[in-house]
Nanobody
Framework: QVQLVESGGGLVQPGGSLRLSCVAS??????MGWYRQPPGKQRESVAS???????SYTDSVKGRFTISRDNVKNSVYLQMDNLKPEDTAVYYC??????WGQGTQVTVSE
């Protein structure tokens, strides 16, 4: 049974940082990553990473977010720096765009 469990969300002020973690079980996948769904909007891709370490980011987070993974721990991480109010969303971890976590809320507000 495949399971992805996210953690690390919360409330942070603009300019602050958060680190999201996702631990996967039940399989191994080449591509893992993060999506987010802002309030009232569609889910959008944030970043992805291959097992070899190749990364891609949506333009709005380039230079602020860093995705990484630990293949031994079957985990993927998202370091988010210089957060902005428009980063407020539920963040979802995925494996191969097929399996999804339950989501973790990130709120950027004064």
């Amino acid at each position: 049974q495949v399971q992805l469990v996210e953690s690390g969300g919360g409330l942070v002020q603009p300019g602050g940082s958060l680190r999201l973690s996702c631990v996967a079980s039940g399989g191994m996948w080449n591509i893992m990553g993060w999506y987010r769904q802002p309030p009232g909007k569609q889910r959008e891709s944030v970043a992805s990473i291959t097992s070899g370490g190749d990364t891609s980011y949506t333009d709005s987070v380039k230079g602020r977010f860093t995705i990484s993974r630990d293949n031994v721990k079957n985990s993927v991480y998202l370091q988010m720096d210089n957060l902005k109010p428009e980063d407020t969303a539920v963040y979802y971890c995925h494996a191969a765009f097929r399996f999804w976590g339950q989501g973790t809320q990130v709120t950027v507000s004064e």
